[in-house]
């Protein structure tokens, strides 16, 4: 019996997203990393760089501005227009995206008022007025994966929308950077980069080691930085776990094998932990899309074949007729990313709850998303997706709730009844406090 590259399972045995991400050993490993770089300092960060991200033991943790600055100077000139057209793409959707987030100021009751009088409750006219202002982290920390590949397209993902979002002080840090990368931290407007990755990157971001101390940390990498930044939330904030790479492909008879098979191939050169999937609606078309991955494989250079094969053994492939319950799988293993490759894709799209991102017809390769069309690429992966969005200005940014009471006394008496219903007689004391307040005027 011919051996298939893609494991095939029924549509109902898709595994529960959550084992994907989850590993007590790899947790061990971080936890480990974590406290090592929180009681060691810096030398102990510089310990693990030069063991893990093969950093010269003379080298410094960080490279400056200045030298950010150098290595974009010495970018061909068609490269160098490539990342600024790519910052200024990314830019222009964040700014979109923040411009969406209004400020609120509102009188008291105002809308609830007119609400609850159409169901017959008087909610009195208390004086005042609330809302909200979206306000910017202080600072924040950017992951920009290294090891096989570098990425400078995370760097612009990552720091990008955070400046638009309005930080003040942007850091970036990732093992190995080169110099497209730490051109691409300079046009993005990081502060410096710690040359440093893995968990013990993420701790010391988190604890200000050989960096200042960073509120938000986010961006793409591997199990061991997905891994610090869950442990690490709490003391930080951080987007929803963005981890090893996933790719679901939902594809009919219309979609072309060659380029479906394109497609789960450059997700799975990412990484050996990446994860390329495909629920095909017929026999015929999933077993050509297999034959185009295995002369598509032996044609990659090395080491994109062996990363490929590899990940290629996470995935799985569901043969499955009815769109209806292929979408239902596709909740079900709520991927990071989702292609519709069908004949109707917003008709399918309706039934998708649960994605990262979705890419939409054949035309809309994951690929495109990866370099910059707009939407960030920095997306939940683990199942992620069933709470949580990619990575966004949203993510730099606290709606900060304000209140200002001129005439607290209609509110008084249910607060003071709340309060006893709840048994907190201090809270009451402390609204019936205000009975017929008299504020000081200014003169």
Known sequence: MEKHTLRRI????????????????????????????????????????????????????????????????????????????????????AAAQRACLAPLDMAIG?????????????????????????????????????????LPSSALMTIVPAKVAGVPEVWAAGPKPSRETLAAA??????????????????????????????????????????????LFGVVGTEAPAGPSELLVIADTCADPKIVA??????????????????????????????????????LPEPNKSIARDALANGFLCIEPNLARA?????????EHLELAVASPRALLPRIKNAGALFLGAGSAEVFGDYGVGPNHTLPTG??????AGLSVLHFLRARTWLEVSDPN???????????????????????????LDYCNES
């Open 186 to 231: 300079w046009i993005a407007g990081a502060e410096g980069f710690l040359q440093c990755g893995g968990s013990h990157a993420i701790a010391a971001l988190a604890f200000g080691i050989a960096v200042p101390k960073c509120n938000v940390i986010v961006g793409p990498g591997g199990k061991y930085v997905a891994a610090a930044k869950r442990l």
């Open 262 to 299: 394109a497609d789960l191939l450059a997700q799975a050169e990412h990484s050996p932990d990446a994860m390329p999937a495909l629920i095909a609606t017929d026999i015929a078309f999933a077993d050509q899309v297999e034959t185009e991955l295995k002369r598509q494989l032996e044609a």
């Open 383 to 388: 199942g992620a997706s069933k709470f949580a």
């Open 10 to 93: 029924a549509i109902e045995d898709i595994p529960e997203p959550s084992l994907r991400l989850f590993d007590s050993e790899v947790d061990a490993v971080a936890r480990q990393a974590i406290e090592r770089v929180r009681s060691g300092g810096e030398a102990a960060l510089r310990e693990l760089a030069v063991k893990f991200d093969s950093l010269d033991p003379a080298a410094p943790l960080i490279i400056s501005r200045d030298e950010l600055k150098a290595a974009y100077d010495a970018l061909p000139p068609k490269v160098a227009a490539l990342l600024e057209r790519a910052k200024g793409r990314i830019a222009a959707f």
């Open 410 to 436: 209609a509110l008084i008496n249910d607060t003071a009844a709340f309060a006893r219903l709840e048994g907190l007689e201090a809270h009451a004391r402390a609204a019936e406090a205000r009975k017929n």
């Open 110 to 150: 105002e809308e609830a008022a007119a609400a609850a009088a159409y169901k017959g409750v008087d909610l009195g006219a208390p004086g005042g007025r609330h809302g909200h202002d979206f306000v910017p982290v202080a600072r924040a920390g950017c992951y920009v994966p290294g090891g096989a590949f570098p």
């Open 327 to 335: 979408a239902e799988g596709a909740n079900r293993c709520a991927p």
